[in-house]
């Protein structure tokens, strides 16, 4: 059913799941609504059985929860979904701030998954009629639905910080590797400076044999710019390619924060002047080198001009 079919007398109705409730209470207070209950069964074999605890009959309900690992997060959000759907209600909207197994876009090798299409399936089926998420690891990804994908941008957060930083026009923006030099081209644009590359290669899964930087960065301030900081080998390779290259400062900006094995060790001995990151995935532990900003407020936002039936897009132009 389309939003736009929806009675005068419809309702938002938040829900937050496990990983992302800290999240989803933030964006209950900018929207000034509470989070609705929902209890979380576990039998003792480890299967989930989340229960609502109110009525959601013909009311739009937004789920907040991130797909990171375990994949339990990915599961409680169907099982929501779909008892969500099996209560009647009239539109669901998954809300998934970091939308995982993204890096599995696309047939790279003989018989692997293409995982993110394959969620998007499970997704629709649990009973998602719109999905919300945060800068997706491959935009393409928007295609593999058959329902609404509502893609926001994290520029939004991180424009203004960068605003606040630099105060002498002497930054300049970086790709750690080719693959994301769009998304630091934009930022370079918006601020009218230069940007540069960091080629890398590898010889293995998370882990960078080599690095080159393509461009002049002598006596420069540089933000290096990416979506996902997973291990921080590479932005941790980047930042002494760039200092060796004669930059002033390296920092760096991130979407989401999975930050998975030795990588808050990294972070913590390397050259980075700062890692500075969203709340789309909570930390696992506090880090001197690490600030984080709030999404809360844009995706309170987004939810209510969903809900209004309103431009989303006006959001980032």
């Given at each position: 059913m389309h939003p736009?079919?929806?009675?005068?007398?419809?309702?938002i109705?938040?829900?937050?799941?496990?990983?992302s409730?800290?999240?989803a209470?933030?964006?209950?207070?900018h929207?000034d609504?509470?989070l609705i209950n929902?209890?979380?069964?576990?039998f003792?074999?480890?299967?989930?059985?989340?229960v609502?605890?109110?009525?959601?009959?013909?009311?739009?309900?937004?789920?907040?929860?991130?797909?990171?690992?375990?994949?339990?997060?990915?599961m409680?959000?169907?099982?929501?979904?779909d008892?969500a759907?099996?209560?009647?209600?009239?539109?669901i909207?998954a809300?998934?701030?970091y939308?995982?197994?993204?890096?599995?876009?696309r047939?790279?090798?003989?018989?692997?998954?293409?995982?993110a299409?394959?969620?998007?399936?499970l997704?629709?089926?649990?009973?998602a009629?719109?999905?919300?998420?945060?800068?997706?690891?491959?935009?393409q990804i928007?295609?593999?639905?058959?329902?609404?994908?509502?893609?926001?941008?994290?520029s939004?957060?991180?424009?203004?910080?960068?605003?606040?930083?630099?105060?002498?026009n002497?930054?300049?923006?970086?790709?750690?590797?080719?693959?994301?030099?769009?998304?630091?081209?934009s930022?370079?644009?918006?601020?009218k400076?230069?940007?540069?590359?960091?080629?890398?290669?590898?010889?293995k899964?998370?882990?960078?044999?080599?690095?080159?930087?393509?461009?002049?960065v002598?006596?420069?301030?540089?933000?290096?710019?990416?979506?996902i900081v997973?291990?921080a080998g590479?932005?941790?390779?980047?930042?002494e390619?760039?200092?060796?290259?004669?930059?002033?400062?390296?920092?760096?900006?991130?979407?989401h924060?999975?930050?998975?094995?030795?990588?808050?060790e990294?972070?913590?001995?390397?050259l980075?002047?700062?890692?500075?990151?969203?709340?789309?995935?909570?930390?696992k532990?506090?880090s001197?080198?690490?600030r984080?900003?709030?999404?809360?407020?844009?995706?309170?936002?987004?939810?209510?001009?969903t809900?209004?039936?309103?431009?989303?897009s006006?959001l980032?132009h």
């Amino acid at each position: 059913m389309h939003p736009k079919q929806a009675t005068m007398s419809a309702q938002i109705m938040l829900f937050g799941g496990r990983t992302s409730k800290k999240l989803a209470e933030e964006i209950a207070q900018h929207y000034d609504l509470p989070l609705i209950n929902v209890q979380i069964q576990q039998f003792s074999d480890g299967e989930i059985q989340p229960v609502i605890q109110d009525s959601v009959r013909g009311e739009y309900v937004f789920f907040i929860q991130s797909t990171n690992t375990p994949s339990d997060n990915l599961m409680e959000l169907m099982l929501l979904m779909d008892a969500a759907r099996r209560a009647s209600a009239q539109y669901i909207t998954a809300v998934i701030p970091y939308f995982g197994y993204a890096r599995q876009d696309r047939k790279d090798k003989p018989r692997v998954p293409i995982a993110a299409k394959l969620i998007a399936n499970l997704l629709t089926v649990a009973g998602a009629n719109r999905v919300m998420t945060m800068d997706l690891h491959a935009p393409q990804i928007q295609g593999f639905f058959d329902i609404p994908v509502d893609h926001l941008d994290s520029s939004a957060v991180f424009i203004p910080y960068i605003r606040e930083m630099d105060d002498t026009n002497n930054i300049l923006f970086a790709s750690p590797d080719v693959g994301g030099t769009k998304r630091a081209r934009s930022f370079a644009k918006y601020f009218k400076t230069d940007m540069v590359i960091c080629d890398k290669y590898r010889e293995k899964a998370n882990e960078v044999a080599g690095m080159t930087v393509i461009g002049d960065v002598d006596g420069r301030d540089v933000v290096l710019v990416d979506d996902i900081v997973d291990t921080a080998g590479t932005l941790c390779n980047a930042a002494e390619a760039l200092l060796n290259k004669g930059a002033k400062s390296v920092r760096a900006i991130c979407t989401h924060p999975v930050l998975s094995g030795a990588a808050y060790e990294r972070i913590e001995k390397s050259l980075l002047t700062e890692l500075v990151v969203c709340n789309t995935l909570p930390l696992k532990q506090a880090s001197k080198k690490i600030r984080v900003l709030s999404v809360a407020p844009l995706f309170a936002t987004a939810i209510k001009r969903t809900f209004e039936h309103r431009s989303i897009s006006s959001l980032f132009h």
